[in-house]
């Protein structure tokens, strides 16, 4: 596995190479990014949504980048924003100003990853709470170790789900289950989030690492920009009525039927070989 220290490190130059908040290397044509901030079962501050964003930043930019494994150091995945980070007391007048922060941070994050031209997984390794539960869930394929879990932690601090997790709740597991989950703020162990459909997969602690990248290698030999857009017409698909999903259909597959990889694909087929596909 190599290191690029892509430009994530860069973002804070007050910090050692060696220490960066979010840890960047390369599988093949895989990325893995890692929450680096264990002893705060690695919430989020100012200064770790800034790496992370240049780490996507990077995703997005490098043509070479087919798969993107997102995961945590230590013993938890992600526990949301640090509520001691003084960046959550944005406000002018003193007071938090949680808005101006969600504006900030979580609303791009958010974005950054529905935008990826490249299929996302998130490696969720312990507990992911609040926006860390929400951050894990939008990306495309959740996989997560059995003594994980998921904890809409909001609730409990007088707060509503964000990081998407007003859109994606509802849309995961239903009204009555995200409601559930969202008003009692209970744990929600790995298992039973399968059970439910909130994730893809919950795989034995020791497997998680390794049924990842697994996947996340198959992945990136598939049509990339095909898996993307799959992604793109199924999130606007909620948006739109019956007629209206068909006619995005027909306009994606129009793009996706002008690209080298659905020659390839079909070339490949009638060849009876393995297609290679580059387009992303
Ligand atoms: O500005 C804004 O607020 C806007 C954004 C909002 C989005 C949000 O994400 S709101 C939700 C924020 N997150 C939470 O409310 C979760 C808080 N954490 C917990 O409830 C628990 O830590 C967990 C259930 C996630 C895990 O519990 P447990 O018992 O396994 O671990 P712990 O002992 O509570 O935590 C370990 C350490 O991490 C501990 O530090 P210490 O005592 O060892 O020095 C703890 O303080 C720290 N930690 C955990 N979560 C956070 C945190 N520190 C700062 N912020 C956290 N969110």
């Given at each position: 596995m190599t290191d690029p220290r892509a430009s994530a490190a860069q973002s804070a130059p007050d910090r050692p190479l060696s220490e960066p908040l979010v840890r960047v290397a390369d599988d093949g044509a895989v990325r893995i990014l890692t929450l680096n901030r264990p002893a705060q079962l690695n919430s989020f501050t100012a200064a770790m949504h800034g790496e992370l964003r240049a780490a996507l930043d990077s995703v997005a930019a490098d043509g070479g980048v087919r798969a993107l494994v997102i995961t945590g150091a230590g013993r938890g995945f992600c526990a949301g924003q640090d509520l001691a980070d003084p960046d959550m007391n944005a406000g002018a007048d003193g007071a938090p100003d949680v808005g101006a922060v969600i504006e900030r941070q979580y609303r791009?994050?958010?974005?950054?990853?529905?935008?990826?031209?490249?299929?996302?997984?998130?490696?969720?390794?312990?507990?992911?709470?609040?926006?860390?539960?929400?951050?894990?869930?939008?990306?495309?394929?959740?996989?997560?170790?059995?003594?994980?879990?998921?904890?809409?932690?909001?609730?409990?601090?007088?707060?509503?789900p964000d990081c998407g997790g007003s859109w994606l709740l509802p849309r995961l597991v239903g009204r009555a289950?995200?409601?559930?989950?969202?008003?009692?703020?209970?744990?929600?162990?790995?298992?039973?989030?399968?059970?439910?459909?909130?994730?893809?997969?919950?795989?034995?602690?020791?497997?998680?690492?390794?049924?990842?990248?697994?996947?996340?290698?198959?992945?990136?030999?598939?049509?990339?920009?095909?898996?993307?857009?799959?992604?793109?017409?199924?999130?606007?698909?909620?948006?739109?009525?019956?007629d209206g999903a068909l006619a995005l259909e027909a306009r994606l597959q129009g793009e996706l039927g002008r690209q080298a990889d659905f020659a390839e694909g079909v070339a490949a087929f009638l060849a009876k070989r393995a297609p290679s596909f580059r387009d992303r």
């Open positions: 791009p994050l958010a974005n950054c990853i529905a935008d990826l031209p490249v299929p996302v997984i998130a490696a969720v390794n312990g507990v992911a709470a609040g926006a860390g539960a929400n951050f894990a869930l939008g990306c495309d394929l959740v996989i997560a170790a059995r003594s994980a879990s998921f904890i809409q932690a909001f609730s409990r601090i007088g707060l509503i289950r995200a409601l559930g989950l969202a008003m009692t703020g209970d744990k929600l162990p790995a298992e039973q989030a399968e059970r439910m459909g909130l994730i893809w997969q919950c795989v034995d602690d020791a497997l998680l690492m390794d049924s990842a990248l697994s996947l996340a290698r198959r992945l990136a030999a598939m049509p990339t920009r095909a898996l993307a857009q799959t992604r793109r017409a199924f999130d606007a698909a909620s948006r739109l009525d019956y």
